[in-house]
């Protein structure tokens, strides 16, 4: 099993500020309310859930991908997490993918159906499956 940690700090009431961090010390960025609702500089839980779930997604339709024998010169992806704040809490409601991949030999029908294959069983995919709305809004096979 491998375990891997994420850690975060706050400081002062809810107009503190804090920083996130990983367990390589790789992403330390400061977070806020302002950060997370009124697009001020710095991070917030969504936008690290999608750089996640796109990490993990791209990692795992390459992976899908290169079992088959396909040849993968580069994937990438953008997860859009939609965060609800209209109601008593804000709630994530949607996580939207798009991905554009350039593979050789195989078809825009194929590479769609890989990029299904790789929503529904990617290790961060199978962990966001409590969201209402999980989809592949564009797979894009480029020439």
Not at 72 to 88: F, H, M, P
Request: with cysteine; proline share 3%; charged share 25%.
């Amino acid at each position: 099993m491998i375990n891997q940690r994420g850690n975060a700090v706050w400081n002062g009431d809810i107009k503190g500020s804090g920083e996130i961090s990983t367990q390589s010390g790789t992403v330390k960025a400061p977070y806020s309310v302002g950060a997370r609702f009124e697009g001020q500089k710095g991070t917030n839980p969504e936008e690290l859930i999608g750089a996640a779930h796109a990490g993990c997604y791209t990692m795992f339709l390459t992976s899908i991908l290169t079992k088959d024998g396909k040849q993968v010169k580069q994937i990438r992806t953008e997860s859009k997490v939609s965060l609800d704040t209209s109601g008593e809490v804000p709630k994530v409601v949607k996580i939207s993918l798009t991905t554009e991949g350039e593979v050789e030999g195989i078809s825009q029908e194929e590479f769609q159906q890989y990029a299904e294959k790789a929503k529904e069983n990617c290790p961060i995919s199978v962990l966001l499956q409590a969201v209402p709305e999980m989809e592949l809004a564009a797979a894009t096979l480029k020439s």
